[in-house]
């Protein structure tokens, strides 16, 4: 039987996320998902009067490519679908791997060099098309958050079908605020970490660009960032599983990063200059969101949270001039049950424990 919630999703992808507009050509890139998505998207793009453009990918296929590439194909490769992008004028990616560790025995230079190729592909997507990229349930996502099959698929539909609309009057307080934000303090259990937001302007998400959504991110100034970091958010990272990662910055660089895989981390660290400076700052909070599970997408938008990603930042919005190929969204929650903790703004504290203090945000919590 066919869910009509699929449906739904695919007017709100089309309609609300990306705006489509008559004329508009469309790319649906869509991983490992059932022939349901792309016919629902089809359909809410044609309906819109578009032209949809259609890529369908599975997870072990990429995988073999990656373990078997070199350079001069992935050279290729990254130049032909760049030029496609070119053409496009909204982009949705719809991801649905059955295996989040899929990746994990792609040699390092492999997976470096295939990622050094299709970064200006992204960076193509990121600043001139309207964009939106979401995961699709599947069973074993289920079991990375702790629940039934059925139950994590009502939760999904949930989250994904927020009214993000009615946020958008708080969550454009919360971006004036950070906007004219000098300098931040975050503390917390092992945190205690400095940073300026000088000159730099926040974005406020709202079910655009991504589906769960609810966050508004920044970046620090690239050399101001000083002190220490705990997240206590598990992680996923080119396939790696990561635990109680542990950052140490001095003028803005990573000098000390410490995990349950400190040799692989290091590794990760250590792919580009750019990877060891930060590229996003950013506060989340979807309400429906309580608990990790290894998907970031998710997880980043947790309740009470905040990220503090190393790498590449966003190119023409929130950015800072870092470049790199590495974007890795590490995740603390600051709600009581995981520590607490603050986040000041040129001494203010605008939220404790997870939940904003001040009036004009509160909406949010």
Not at 16 to 23: A, H, I, L, R
Not at 27 to 45: F, G, Q, S, T
Not at 225 to 238: D, F, L, M, R
Not at 347 to 357: A, Q, S, W, Y
Request: hydrophobic share 40%; aromatic share 8%.
């Amino acid at each position: 039987m066919h869910d009509p919630r699929v449906d739904q999703l695919a007017r709100q992808l089309v309609q609300y996320s990306t705006q489509v507009k008559k004329g508009d050509l469309v790319w649906l890139d869509c991983y490992d998902v059932p022939n349901c998505v792309p016919l629902a998207l089809i359909r809410a793009v044609v309906a819109a009067k578009a032209r949809p453009v259609v890529r369908l990918h599975d997870t072990r296929v990429t995988r073999e490519m990656m373990i078997h590439a070199d350079d001069s194909q992935y050279e290729i490769i990254g130049g032909s679908d760049l030029d496609l992008m070119k053409k496009m004028d909204c982009y949705i990616a719809v991801r649905g791997s059955h295996n989040i560790t899929e990746n994990s025995d792609v040699p390092a230079d492999k997976m470096k060099m295939v990622m050094a190729r299709l970064r200006p592909l992204q960076n193509e997507r990121v600043n001139n098309t309207r964009w939106c990229v979401l995961r699709w349930p599947t069973a074993a996502m289920a079991q990375q958050a702790g629940m039934s099959t059925e139950a994590f698929e009502d939760f999904y539909f949930k989250v994904c079908l927020l009214d993000y609309a009615a946020l958008i009057p708080a969550m454009n307080s919360l971006k004036k605020l950070m906007d004219k934000t000098r300098e931040v303090h975050i503390t917390g259990p092992g945190t205690d970490l400095k940073f300026s937001l000088k000159g730099l302007k926040a974005i406020a998400c709202g079910g655009r660009h991504n589906i769960p959504d609810g966050e508004c991110f920044s970046a620090p100034v690239r050399d101001s960032v000083e002190g220490v970091i705990c997240y206590n958010a598990p992680t996923i990272y080119q396939g790696i599983a990561f635990d109680s990662v542990r950052l140490e910055f001095s003028k803005g660089k990573i000098v000390n990063a410490a995990a349950n895989n400190t040799e692989a981390i290091n590794k990760i660290f250590d792919s580009d200059e750019g990877a060891r400076y930060i590229g996003e700052f950013a506060i989340g909070f979807n309400r429906e969101i309580r608990e990790p599970m290894r998907d970031i997408l998710f997880d980043e938008k947790i309740a009470g949270s905040f990220h503090f990603t190393p790498g590449q930042a966003y190119e023409g919005v929130a950015d800072n001039g870092n470049r790199s190929q590495v974007h890795w969204d590490l995740v603390c929650i600051q709600r009581p049950e995981y520590g607490g903790g603050e986040i000041r703004f040129d001494g203010k504290v605008i939220r404790k424990d997870g939940k904003f203090t001040l009036p004009e945000l509160k909406p949010l919590n």
